[in-house]
């Protein structure tokens, strides 16, 4: 009885690991071609938050308990993360006002996907610390297509960090919050 | 306090390792495809050499035919009106494109495209100016305008230009002219596309009221967590 309740927390778990994988990687090329970069970031935004499609909110972090404090942790999140780009002297890329919208579905999409539902999955089939490294591993090889080699180590740290967040407060709304900014600031 | 230090922990190597690459933080939502620089920035990884380009104009009766001339990365592209040239009594005119082995920067100006040389077999007809789009990359800032010299060491002239498809800026009015092209800004006025608040880029400033708002929002709520928890004590 307990082996088919694990088997299926690994099925369950690695069926949402290689969807998610794909969804991104389908993302990543059809942001390549030319003037599909809005369309894929909003279809990819989409396909990522059905993955959050029956989960109850509060085994994804999104429970409204303590909400002033989540709001709060979303806009420190945003800051960490933009941080060394606001304190690198030069000028730093800011994001096209076109992708915005975009970018920010992205942003709802994977949070849901990867510290939402992936990490509930992982989490049920091995407990935090698996969901911990397997989300952020997910994470990292998810942006393999779309980022140069040399920033694969900042989206790890960026996941790492995410992911940590989630386990410590059992919070996604200010990971949510937290990439929303980022992305809508580089 | 475990979760707290595997957090803090969390932010140090985040810190490190996106100060390691600029501009830090990016989730690679950019233009379709790679720039290719002639001198990349450091955060543009991989990168390929820019293309050159070629195009063999015919001309019909003493008209050349419309027709557009562009690198083979399509980062630059020329079009030509139909007797765009002064063909004197050839039949072909051939343009060449070539990207510099060097990157100008010219005093005063900050160009963030590669710059390129063309060169055509027949001169422009002055009242039929050939149309100009170059493509530029994310990682740099905005060019505003698309500058014109005869010589790379300047000086360089702006054409009037406008923001064409995403990430390419065109010539409103065109060339008459060939020489060496690039598209940046005056680098004594701030980026367009930038957003400024008080004479500085809007990132820091983001930043830092982040920061303030976490703070001052932070420690009431810290206050009344304290003195919920009193209570419940008492």
């Known amino acids: 009885m307990t082996a088919a309740v694990g088997a299926r927390s690994a099925l369950r778990a690695g069926l949402i690991a290689l969807l998610v994988l794909l969804v991104e990687w389908a993302r990543a090329l059809m942001a390549q071609q030319p003037g599909l970069t809005v369309a894929a970031l909003a279809l990819g935004g989409a396909a990522l938050t059905a993955f959050a499609l029956g989960w109850p909110p509060e085994r994804l972090g999104l429970g409204t308990s303590k909400f002033g404090l989540r709001l709060l942790g979303g806009l420190a999140l945003g800051a960490v993360l933009l941080l060394p780009a606001a304190v690198r002297p030069g000028v730093a890329p800011l994001l096209p006002a076109g992708l915005a919208w975009a970018a920010i579905a992205v942003s709802?999409?994977?949070?849901?996907?990867?510290?939402?539902?992936?990490?509930?999955?992982?989490?049920?089939?091995?407990?935090?610390?698996?969901?911990?490294?397997?989300?952020?591993?997910?994470?990292?090889?998810?942006?393999?297509?779309?980022?140069?080699?040399?920033?694969?180590?900042?989206?790890?740290?960026?996941?790492l960090l995410l992911a940590l967040w989630r386990w410590a407060c059992k919070d996604l709304v200010a990971p949510v919050i937290g990439h929303a900014i980022a992305d809508l600031a580089l | 306090m475990k979760r707290a230090a595997a957090l803090a922990i969390a932010v140090i190597a985040y810190s490190l390792a996106a100060w390691m690459v600029a501009p830090g933080f990016y989730d690679g939502f950019g233009p379709p495809q790679p720039y290719n620089f002639t001198c990349p920035p450091p955060q543009?990884?991989?990168?390929?050499?820019?293309?050159?380009?070629?195009?063999?104009?015919?001309?019909?009766?003493?008209?050349?035919?419309?027709?557009?001339?562009?690198?083979?990365?399509?980062?630059?592209?020329?079009?030509?009106?139909?007797?765009?040239?002064?063909?004197?009594?050839?039949?072909?005119?051939?343009?060449?494109?070539?990207?510099?082995?060097?990157?100008?920067?010219?005093?005063?100006?900050?160009?963030?495209?590669?710059?390129?040389?063309?060169?055509?077999?027949?001169?422009?007809?002055?009242?039929?100016?050939?149309?100009?789009?170059?493509?530029?990359?994310?990682?740099?800032?905005?060019?505003?305008?698309?500058?014109?010299?005869?010589?790379?060491?300047?000086?360089?002239?702006?054409?009037?230009?406008?923001?064409?498809?995403?990430?390419?800026?065109?010539?409103?009015?065109?060339?008459?002219?060939?020489?060496?092209?690039?598209?940046?800004?005056?680098?004594?006025?701030?980026?367009?596309?930038?957003?400024?608040?008080?004479?500085?880029?809007?990132?820091?400033?983001l930043v830092a009221v982040l920061i303030v708002v976490v703070v001052l929002a932070g420690l009431p709520l810290a206050i009344m967590r304290r003195r919920q928890s009193g209570d419940r004590e008492d």
């Open chain 1, 108 to 159: 709802i999409g994977e949070e849901l996907a990867f510290r939402g539902a992936l990490y509930a999955a992982l989490d049920d089939l091995g407990g935090a610390p698996l969901a911990i490294i397997g989300s952020t591993s997910l994470w990292t090889a998810a942006h393999v297509l779309s980022h140069p080699t040399q920033f694969l180590g900042a989206v790890a740290a960026a996941g």
């Open chain 2, 44 to 205: 543009a990884g991989a990168n390929i050499k820019p293309s050159s380009g070629h195009a063999d104009i015919p001309v019909r009766v003493g008209v050349s035919e419309a027709d557009s001339a562009f690198t083979d990365d399509g980062q630059l592209v020329m079009g030509f009106l139909p007797g765009a040239f002064v063909v004197g009594g050839k039949t072909t005119i051939t343009v060449e494109i070539k990207p510099l082995d060097t990157c100008p920067q010219p005093a005063g100006l900050r160009l963030v495209t590669n710059a390129y040389h063309v060169t055509a077999s027949a001169a422009l007809n002055p009242s039929k100016p050939a149309n100009l789009v170059l493509r530029y990359s994310n990682l740099e800032p905005d060019p505003a305008e698309i500058y014109q010299a005869s010589d790379p060491g300047g000086p360089w002239t702006a054409l009037p230009s406008q923001p064409g498809q995403p990430f390419t800026i065109v010539t409103k009015q065109g060339t008459a002219t060939f020489g060496y092209f690039a598209a940046g800004y005056k680098s004594s006025s701030p980026p367009p596309g930038s957003v400024t608040v008080g004479g500085g880029q809007i990132l820091p400033i």
